[in-house]
């Protein structure tokens, strides 16, 4: 079972900038608990997202001498590849394509077939430079925008992304649309349909149906899951009003709860926990 943090995507759409000294005391933190990776910053326009104009910085200080934890970078489009891949420490490159082509818009501002072409570079440029390319499918069950969508289109874009030898792809319910029934059909779908890919779940939720998401995935055989601490979260580009990150709390004791092995430590989580709101509240 792996469990990916996400404190980046938990920060990116906060008004007050979190200071950059706080983000590296937070994710040396996150970096002690165990997780498998840590989506820890991106390499994008700080204009487009300005909390993460600091990501450098926040690199050159984290703490990796004593931890097995991956460090994952979203990037949006060839430059900040580029950019991402020039520094050894960071083992995975986030590519969000989406089923819709508004978001897509909203997001890279491209449209899908212009992203697609542009992560057939980025995935060159993850190869040259031993990186992992992760592939987030954005509005991987539905969308606001009144765009098409129908299930055969998540199968349709995997096959694109198979051609282009992706390995890693996480169905991301950007704006928390997905009901428990979806998720399980896609997952089990794309987990029989494409055996040998690592299935991801980037899923967004209220707290009342966040438990019957995580286990719709699970029980449809997926074993990657993104959280953020307190439920945190949401993404800007989506819509006005932000649904937030599942909170890695409630997938680890789902887990638990069920008997399922997650290797972590529970004091270290228990003190980023009490961190978090600080960081994201200013409490």
């Known amino acids: ?17 979190v200071p950059t000294e706080q983000k590296i005391e937070y994710i040396n933190q996150l970096l002690r ?7 820890f910053g991106s390499f994008v ?3 487009a997202i300005p909390q ?10 984290l703490d990796l001498k004593h931890t097995k934890t991956k460090l994952l970078a979203i990037i949006a489009n060839t430059r900040g590849a580029h950019e991402a891949a020039e520094f050894d420490t960071v083992d995975y490159l986030g590519f969000p394509l989406s089923l819709s082509e508004t978001f ?4 890279t501002k491209k449209s899908i077939a212009q992203a ?15 990186k992992t390319l992760v592939t987030y499918l954005s509005m991987g069950f539905g969308n606001p925008y009144g765009d098409s969508y129908e299930a055969s289109d998540v199968i349709d874009m995997i096959e694109k992304l198979k051609k282009l030898d992706v ?37 967004h939720s209220d707290l009342d149906s966040a438990i019957d998401k995580v286990e719709a995935a699970y029980k449809a055989g997926c074993t990657r899951f993104d959280g953020a601490i307190n439920g945190f979260g949401g993404c800007p580009m989506a819509e006005d009003k932000l649904v937030g990150n599942i909170a890695t709390e409630t997938i680890l004791a789902y887990f638990e709860d069920k008997g399922v092995s997650v290797n972590y430590d529970g004091k270290a989580i228990n003190q980023a926990i009490n961190m978090a709101p600080g960081l994201f509240l200013g409490k």
Request: proline letters at 4%; a negative charge.
């Open 1 to 17: 079972m792996k469990i990916i943090e996400c404190p980046r995507d938990a920060m990116q759409g906060l008004h007050g900038f």
């Open 33 to 39: 608990v165990g997780f498998d990776t840590i989506d």
């Open 45 to 47: 326009s700080p204009r």
């Open 52 to 61: 993460m104009r600091d990501t450098k910085e926040v690199l050159s200080s």
């Open 104 to 107: 897509q818009q909203r997001n």
């Open 116 to 130: 697609l072409e542009e992560l057939t570079i980025i995935q060159d440029i993850c190869k040259e430079h031993n």
């Open 167 to 203: 390995q890693i792809i996480s169905l991301a319910d950007t704006v928390g649309l997905a009901t428990p029934e979806l998720i399980k059909t896609t997952f089990r779908a794309v987990t029989e349909q494409f055996p040998d890919t690592e299935f991801g779940a980037h899923l």
